[in-house]
């Protein structure tokens, strides 16, 4: 199974910041299958990003993905008030899938 | 808008079993793959296995492989997760979600989660 890492674990930040989450995975994920996920308390996981850097319908353009091969990055370009949450990546590339352990991102 | 609705919370003593449901609002159902997740408490997402409602394939995480049965209903538009020989460390909300894409595993659209409980 391919291994999901994500750093940091949690971040504290204001609105406005700039938000950078990494995920590193220990073998090469082909075709950028790699999906990032936002979860809010008590809700289901909602899809943001796939094949590594497409936007989700719906998804506000402040998001965005971008890497390959074992090194990927969700940005959020200006917090939002909405945006304190967890956050997974989940590689697609084979079975079985796996999700990253999440990132928190609270207010500092 | 497609929606999911699952079955209510359950409680269930350890060597049960305990069989989740997952209602597809329209006829889309069909044209699509779901997989169920489970997420214990405080803690990350967990894949259990994905099937095809179309022909019925299934691939089950090697973990829940014995464990879990997935299957379909296509005339309710219905996905169901039965998973056996519970233990305290199956207490977790689990999850049905839509393949966005054939082919592609990941999820566009999920259930409200069912919240199961295992204590004696």
């Known amino acids: 199974a391919i291994q999901l890492t994500q750093s940091p674990s949690s971040l504290s930040a204001s609105v406005g910041d700039r938000v950078t989450i990494t995920c590193r995975a220990g073998?090469?994920?082909?075709?950028?299958?790699l999906a990032w996920y936002q979860q809010r308390p008590g809700k289901p996981p909602k899809l943001l990003i796939y094949?590594?850097?497409t936007l989700e319908f719906g998804v506000p353009s402040r998001f965005s993905g971008s890497g390959s091969g074992t090194h990927f990055t969700l940005t959020i370009s200006s917090l939002q008030p909405e945006d304190f949450a967890v956050y997974y990546c989940?590689?697609?590339?084979?079975?079985?899938?796996?999700f990253g352990p999440g990132t928190t991102v609270d207010v500092k | 808008q497609f929606l999911l609705v699952q079955s209510g919370g359950e409680v269930k003593k350890p060597g049960a079993s305990v069989k989740v449901s997952c209602k597809a609002s329209?006829?889309?159902?069909?044209?699509?793959?779901f997989s169920w997740l489970r997420q214990a408490p405080g803690q990350g997402l967990e894949w259990m296995g994905w099937?095809?409602?179309?022909?019925?394939?299934?691939n089950y995480a090697q973990k829940f492989q014995g464990r879990v049965f997935l299957t379909t209903d296509r005339f309710t538009r219905t996905a169901y997760m039965e998973l056996r020989s519970l233990t305290s460390d199956d207490t977790a909300v689990y999850y049905c979600?839509?393949?966005?894409?054939?082919?592609?595993?990941?999820?566009?659209?999920w259930g409200q989660g069912t919240q199961v409980t295992v204590s004696s």
């Open positions: 979600a839509r393949d966005k894409n054939t082919g592609s595993a990941f999820f566009d659209y």
């Open positions: 073998q090469v994920i082909y075709n950028s299958a």
């Open positions: 329209d006829y889309t159902f069909t044209s699509y793959a």
């Open positions: 094949d590594a850097s």
């Open positions: 989940q590689h697609f590339s084979s079975y079985p899938l796996t």
């Open positions: 099937i095809n409602t179309y022909s019925g394939e299934t």
